[in-house]
């Protein structure tokens, strides 16, 4: 099957939820979440899910998921950030998908995560968190088609430039 769906990856507090909304309005796909798509089927949160059941649990179902929406219509799919830590998930993405990997700097991730209560992965320091995280997922996302930097400009001007390079890419 060809890259039909336009995919965001890339760690929490990139963007990816608030650039797939955007996206929507702008792209006539439909724009399914993993996590929300999660959280739905079971009726409670992904903290709740980690705290009952540990995260090896939430990678299997993660990866159920994302295999059924890569088998889905056309859509925009945002990741949680922990996606690419199973290759078969990278291979199938990249497979099925047009991948964007939204970053930003450490400082900013920081920022945007440090009242945040929902992440699993970031209780405690935040920071220091957010540093391993870097870390231990580094080279992870490389396999995307496009990497944008989400702490150098507006919402409004990362919407643009991922029009411009879908267009190119459509083409
Ligand atoms: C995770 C990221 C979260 C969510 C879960 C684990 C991760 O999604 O899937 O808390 O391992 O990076 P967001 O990236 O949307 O916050």
Not at 34 to 62: C, H, M, N, P, V
Request: aromatic letters at 8%; one cysteine or more; proline letters at 3%.
């Amino acid at each position: 099957m060809t890259k039909q769906h336009v995919i965001l990856i890339g760690l929490m507090g990139t963007g990816k939820t608030t650039v797939g909304q955007e996206l929507h309005k702008r792209i006539a796909y439909p724009w399914v979440d993993t996590d929300q798509a999660l959280e739905s089927k079971w009726g409670f949160s992904i903290a709740r899910y980690f705290a009952q059941y540990g995260e090896e649990a939430f990678r299997k179902e993660e990866t159920t998921i994302l295999k059924a929406i890569l088998d889905g219509p056309p859509s925009i799919i945002t990741t949680g950030g922990g996606i690419v830590l199973r290759q078969e998930n990278c291979e199938w993405m990249r497979q099925k998908g047009w991948v964007i990997h939204l970053t930003a700097h450490p400082e900013v991730l920081i920022q945007r995560l440090s009242h945040d209560q929902s992440r699993p992965l970031l209780l405690g320091n935040v920071a220091d968190k957010i540093w391993q995280l870097i870390k231990e997922r580094k080279g992870k996302y490389d396999f995307a088609d496009i990497t944008i930097d989400t702490s150098k400009q507006t919402i409004d001007g990362v919407i643009q430039e991922i029009i411009r390079e879908w267009q190119k890419f459509k083409r």
